[in-house]
């Protein structure tokens, strides 16, 4: 297990579109998901994309901490899931609000719009496909770390930059939005 560097915004490996990963059984696929998930653990995450940790390849890491689940999200996954060349689609047109955080964005949360309902696809590291559907918190962590595949980052969703907030001020954007996901 290796722990691995994250980037931060401002460098260009955040902005760009990751490389479909061609072969998903390389076991280098398996040993980066693997570091992906300790350096996620360690710094506190609760999700991670391969382009955080300056690579280029559509590789997500995530997990939904059981506190962070929400009334009814009875199918979020327990433990870490790992997912290679992920798609996601959106389940009706209902956006929810919740507060973000980035491991790439330290220090900073925003309250961002996200789909309430998706599915979502892609491979597992033993090559199975993996399909579910999602929704509140867990929905909006696969959201959030696709959106690194493709170069988003989550200040790019906000409504307004005055939806961001220090850390230790970020309950005032709670106060302020009363969000459905208190993320
Ligand atoms: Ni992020």
């Not at 959030?144 to 409504?159: A, T």
Request: hydrophobic content about 40%; some cysteine; overall charge negative.
């Amino acid at each position: 297990m290796t722990l691995l560097k994250i980037a931060k915004m401002g460098h260009p490996v955040l902005r760009q579109r990751a490389r479909t990963i061609a072969d998903p059984a390389d076991p280098a696929i398996r040993r980066l998901v693997e570091d992906m998930a300790q350096t996620m653990l360690d710094a506190n995450g609760v999700g991670l994309a391969a382009p955080q940790i300056y690579r280029d390849l559509r590789v997500i890491v995530f997990h939904v901490p059981p506190e962070r689940g929400e009334t009814g999200d009875a199918k979020a996954p327990s433990g870490i899931t790992a997912l290679i060349n992920p798609e996601i689609v959106p389940i009706g047109d209902e956006m929810a609000l919740g507060l973000e955080g980035c491991l790439s964005i330290p220090g900073i949360r925003g309250v961002v719009p996200r789909h309430r309902r998706i599915g979502y696809r892609g491979l597992a590291p033993d090559g199975t496909v993996l399909e579910r559907e999602a929704e509140g918190f867990h929905a909006r962590v696969v959201q959030h770390e696709v959106d690194h595949l493709d170069g988003v980052l989550f200040f790019d969703r906000l409504h307004s930059l005055a939806d961001i907030a220090f850390d230790e001020e970020a309950h005032h954007l709670l106060e302020r939005y009363q969000p459905q996901d208190r993320g």
